[in-house]
């Protein structure tokens, strides 16, 4: 049972589980040298009484555990939250050890004078006794941490580290509770000191990119892809366990969607536009859209060209969805009407929907009614995709990677062209290929020749 | 006024400079900043050989108290689409509308000299300073109210194992129309042992007396404290947004904005309301435990729809944030495959953004 800490390199003991803890600890004190650990609960069971709170209170009504019983607790661990009278008070461990009772549910009133918790102290320890190779006096900076206002020793990992490298503890941020320090901050501590790239520790999470929303500008050929902030340790460590967790909310929501979607028979169409003049046009566009405060991205061209072609497809209400990468997981508000809205209303609307999808903000108005989508999947990287028509809607189309690749010109030189590919999804029980295909090279056209847009607005 | 050394944090400058007692002013008008700096200094300052008093304000947000219950306490609707953060800060006691006609004071002891009434002194003291016939005084409840009547400032304290801090609002020229129309819930039917707040009639200072605003006061309190103590302290003003001062405080901050805190720590509570859909009458019963959805049971009447409908809404609510956009998010999800029979569909629609609109 009892496996004695292996940073120790002097002997470590293996000892079997001794009845009498008293003896037990003054025998081998005088035998061997070792690193006690926390790990012996042998100790009596004593009640930990709810102290005087002041000002003459009485009595107070407990709010809330931070324990439940069998938890292990240290001298000055936080193990309950109290009120009285418009005061919270934090109640702290006074013995190092395992809960074993709590005496008041929450919302109960507690008594000054009587128990709170009972707690299995470890066997023999009064709470500032610690056995250690080396006399703790002068390592003190080193195995020691003020925990509101109270000298505290931290555990015996950090204490290692900490010598070690010789670290002061008072120059650690602790990120464990009250500020505790824990062996990741000691890590991350060092890697700040010698630039150092560490292992990483089994328990470093992996943080996932900023959500970038899927309507976003479209990078410019010479901007590098958005920057993906990189922790010091590339290769995360998995602990290896597999975790199954049910679904729920938004994602368990969709699975009907999903399902019934992907029985619609799809077809596919493909094609590749010329954005050169297009490039051209929202550069020019971009200074006058800003001094009026809004940011103009391809996507309201898009979308208004959309409408033009809608027609096409026949349709009333040009609801049109973009989807967005949302804290919520992958969204698609729409704008609304959009063969009533100028292309800076359009971006206009855009930007309000961006703002409120990243602040976890959207509405049902604003994500329902969508009677066509468009999917920015190029902002996230990929050219092609095979999308999938969100119910219940009858087509989607997704836009690629704007890349810069040569193409020939209409006097066969090799010139430098914005290409961009979409890819349209229907349902082919609704929409047929010539009317996908008319569809699609009438958006083409307009987008590769903007100054067309021009004839058609109203 | 400078640090004394370069690189050295508050806590150091303060060990250093060998004070009994420091006036601090907050540099920062954001709710989040300046709650991260009071709980600093509680976890970081050595407060048995000396106290501090901190002043602070803070642009227009609404406060609860640690075990509130932020549906029950103020319109987050409103709050929502005006744009008034929601705080909950770490002691006790009741809501607060803060905004920069109100000044808060943070009174920082350890915990033997820990004494709201003493405290509470210096605060009337100073006003009395600025108007010596001014009817101003504390109740046993540890409000202070003007004229007998209205209520000018509210108390609320934090004790650990060996500090204390006491902290209080002081009505200046707050917006009190504002005021009272977000601390106003918009929730029917919440059943819930949040500690409640008690509302009373408010008055600002500045009506009663023109000449006293925020910054006369704050010089006043100052004076008066040191007054009180027997200290000798300049006000020194403190930014909460210099991490090399005080470091950890930005990642206070950030977790004090966390859902987690602000919503999730609400105790458990239960909802229970009723709404008119499409000329029917609609039953809706929840309990929510750390701002999750616990529980959710719809009484729909049974020719008006389809139990079916019913039953996967609340199967879809089940786990999730009682949150709008939450919600919103799995209500449009659900849109998606609903019957699409004009009547029904219309049904539909209205049922979920009812329930929606419960949050």
Known sequence: MQCLHKFCSSKVLKAPFVCAPYSYSTTLLQQHRFFRTSYAAAGPILPFKLSDIGEGIMEVTVKEWYVKVGDRVSQFDSICEVQSDKASVTITSRYDGVIRKLYYDVDSIAFVGTPLVDIETDGGQAPEEDVMETPALSQEEHTHQHIRGHKTQATPAVRRLAMENNIKLSEVVGSGKDGRILKEDILNFIAKQTGAILPPSPFQEIQPPPPAPAAAAKPQEKKPPPSIPTPIAPRPVFTGKDRTEPLKGFQKAMVKTMTAALKIPHFGYKDEVDLTQLVRLRSELKGVAESRGVRLSYMPFFIKVTTFCLGVLTWAAHNIGLAMDTPQGLLVPNVKNVQMLSVFEIAVELNRLQTSGASGQLGTADLTGGTFTLSNIGSIGGTYAKPVVLLPEVAIGALGKLQVLPRFNAKDEVVKAHIMNVSWSADHRIIDGATMCRFSNLWKSYLENPASMVLDLK | ?359
């Not at chain 2, 609400?266 to 039953?283: H, L, R």
């Not at chain 2, 609903?338 to 949050?359: C, F, G, H, I, W």
């Open chain 2, 1 to 359: 006024m400078a640090l004394v050394k370069k690189n050295s944090t508050l806590k150091e400058y303060f060990e250093d400079a060998w004070k009994a007692g420091i006036v601090l002013k907050s540099a920062s008008t954001d709710v989040f900043q300046n709650l991260a700096l009071e709980d600093w200094i509680h976890e970081h300052i050595d407060v048995q050989q000396r106290s501090a008093l901190l002043m602070w304000r803070n642009s227009s947000a609404v406060v609860i108290g640690r075990h509130q219950n932020p549906w029950q306490e103020c319109n987050l609707n409103l709050m929502r689409s005006m744009g008034i953060p929601l705080a909950r800060r770490r002691s006790g006691g009741g809501t607060v509308f803060h905004d920069l006609g109100n000044i808060n004071l943070t009174f920082f002891t350890s915990k033997k000299k820990y004494d709201r009434h003493r405290n509470l002194r210096v605060v009337t003291g100073a006003l009395k300073d600025l108007r010596p016939d001014l009817d101003v005084s504390a109740t046993d409840r540890f409000d202070i109210v003007l004229n007998g009547v209205y209520k000018i400032s509210g108390t609320a304290a934090k004790l650990g194992r060996t500090a204390a801090y006491h902290h209080c609002t002081l009505l200046c020229s707050s917006d009190r129309s504002l005021l009272s129309s977000v601390l106003q819930t918009n929730c029917k039917g919440i059943k819930s042992n949040a500690t409640p707040s008690v509302p009373s009639p408010v008055k600002n200072l500045q009506d009663e007396d023109p000449s006293l605003d925020p910054s006369a006061i704050m010089g006043a309190m100052a004076s008066r404290y040191c007054a009180e103590f027997g200290f000798d302290s300049p006000v020194i003003t403190v930014d909460p947004s210099v991490e090399q001062l005080m470091p950890g405080i930005q990642k206070m901050a950030a977790d004090l904005q966390a859902w987690e805190w602000v919503y999730g720590r609400t105790p458990k509570f239960s909802i229970c309301t009723s709404f008119m859909a499409e000329g029917a009458n609609i039953g809706l019963d929840m309990d929510i435990k750390n701002g999750i959805v616990e529980k959710c049971a719809m009484d729909i009447p049974h020719h008006w729809l389809p139990p079916e409908v019913g039953k996967e809404l609340c199967s879809a609510l089940m786990g999730i944030r009682f949150c709008p956009s939450e919600v919103a998010a799995v209500v449009a999800a659900l849109m998606r495959t609903a019957s699409r029979a004009p009547d029904l569909a219309k049904k539909t629609q209205s049922l979920y953004e009812n329930v929606v609109a419960v949050m």
